[in-house]
C-alpha cells in the first residue's frame, strides 16, 4: 500500500513548477507580486504608446510627400531625380501561366484550341480601346495631332478604327490565317517626353534602311514636315531569323504618335500601341524577333531591355 502511495507522490519538478504559477507564501503569480506586474504592465503601456505616436508621426511626414494625384515623387522629368530615364516596351500576347518567364509566341497552325490563349489574350488587352473614341464621363478626351497636342487635363483620343486589316479581334488577331500579330507598346512613364527627330540629317546611322524608307515617304505624304513619332522597326535578329520572318505590316502607325507623351496618370488615358503583323512566316522554325523605338532621347540596351524588346516566334 505505501508503494502505490509513492507513485501519486508529487515529484520536485511539478511541485516547483506549481509554486512558480502561485506561490501562496510570497503572494507571487509567475514569480513576480502584484505591484511587480502592475510597475511593469505600466512601463509598457507607456513603451508601446510612445512607439504607437513615434509610428503615427513618421507616417504623417512620410504623407507629407506623397503627391494627391497619385505622382510619384520622381519623375523622369526635367526637374526629377528619377533614375529611370529610358523607356522599356512590351509585348502582346504573353505566353500562359506556366511559362510566365518565357518570350516564346508558339502556336498550332490550325489548332483552334491552341489559337484560342493567343487570340484571348489579345482580345483582353485591347479591351479598353474598344469604343475609347467615344466620350467617357468624367474624364477629357480629344482629338489630337502633332498641330493639337492635348492639354494639362486632357487625353488622347485612340480610335479603335485605326486598328485594320488582319490584326483585329474580329480577324482572329491573323492566328486562323497564318499571318499573326503582335502589339507594342512603351511602358508607362510618368513626365517623360521624347525627343523625336525633325530632319532626315538627324535619322541615326544605325536606324534600319527600311525604316528611315518609309519615314522619307511620310514625309512627302506629310508635305514635307517630318511626323512627330517614336518610330518603331522590327526585324530578325539574325540572318537566318531575317530570312524566315518574312514581310511585315505595321498598323495604325510604324511608330507611336508624340502627342501621346508625356504620361501623367490623367484618368482616361490609353497608351499608344502599334500591331505589327507577320505575314506568312515559316513554319517549324523558331524565329527571333527584336523590335525597337526610336527617338533622341531612347537607348537601346539588350541587356537591361530599354528601347526595345525581344520575343520569339514559332508556328508549327
Not at 37 to 45: A, E, M, N, R
Not at 65 to 76: L, Q, R
Not at 206 to 231: A, C, F, T, Y
Amino acid at each position: 500500500m505505501a508503494e502505490n502511495n509513492a507513485l501519486y507522490k508529487v515529484g520536485p519538478k511539478e511541485e516547483s513548477f506549481s509554486q512558480f504559477l502561485w506561490n501562496s507564501e510570497t503572494k507571487q503569480f509567475l514569480g513576480r507580486t502584484g505591484a511587480s506586474w502592475c510597475k511593469i504592465g505600466i512601463f509598457y503601456v507607456i513603451f508601446y504608446a510612445c512607439l504607437a505616436g513615434f509610428f503615427a508621426i513618421m507616417l504623417t511626414v512620410f504623407y507629407q510627400t506623397i503627391d494627391t494625384n497619385h505622382m510619384p515623387k520622381y519623375t523622369p522629368g526635367k526637374d526629377g531625380g528619377s533614375l529611370l530615364r529610358h523607356p522599356a516596351m512590351g509585348f502582346r500576347p504573353l505566353p500562359r501561366a506556366e511559362n510566365i518567364e518565357s518570350t516564346l509566341i508558339w502556336y498550332k497552325n490550325g489548332d483552334n484550341d491552341d489559337i484560342k490563349h493567343w487570340t484571348d489574350s489579345l482580345d483582353i488587352f485591347i479591351k479598353p480601346y474598344e469604343g475609347a473614341g467615344g466620350d467617357l464621363s468624367g474624364q477629357h478626351l480629344v482629338d489630337c495631332s502633332d498641330e493639337k497636342p492635348p492639354g494639362e487635363d486632357e487625353v488622347c483620343r485612340f480610335q479603335d478604327t485605326w486598328l485594320t486589316d488582319k490584326c483585329q479581334k474580329a480577324e482572329k488577331w491573323g492566328y486562323n490565317r497564318e499571318s499573326p500579330c503582335v502589339i507594342l507598346k512603351l511602358n508607362r512613364m510618368i513626365n517623360w517626353v521624347p525627343e523625336v527627330y525633325e530632319t532626315e540629317e538627324e535619322l541615326p546611322e544605325k536606324m534600319p534602311q527600311s525604316l528611315k524608307e518609309h519615314i522619307k515617304k511620310r514625309i512627302h505624304d506629310n508635305s514635307g514636315v517630318m511626323p512627330k513619332m517614336i518610330w518603331v522597326s522590327c526585324k530578325g535578329e539574325n540572318p537566318a531569323d531575317e530570312e524566315y520572318i518574312g514581310p511585315i505590316n505595321y498598323s495604325p502607325f510604324q511608330g507611336f504618335p508624340a502627342y501621346y507623351f508625356p504620361f501623367r496618370n490623367t484618368p482616361g488615358y490609353l497608351p499608344p500601341i502599334v500591331a505589327i503583323q507577320f505575314n506568312q512566316p515559316q513554319s517549324n522554325v523558331l524565329i527571333n524577333i527584336e523590335c525597337k523605338a526610336w527617338a533622341k532621347n531612347i537607348v537601346h540596351d539588350r541587356q537591361n531591355r530599354l528601347g526595345l524588346v525581344h520575343f520569339e516566334l514559332l508556328k508549327d
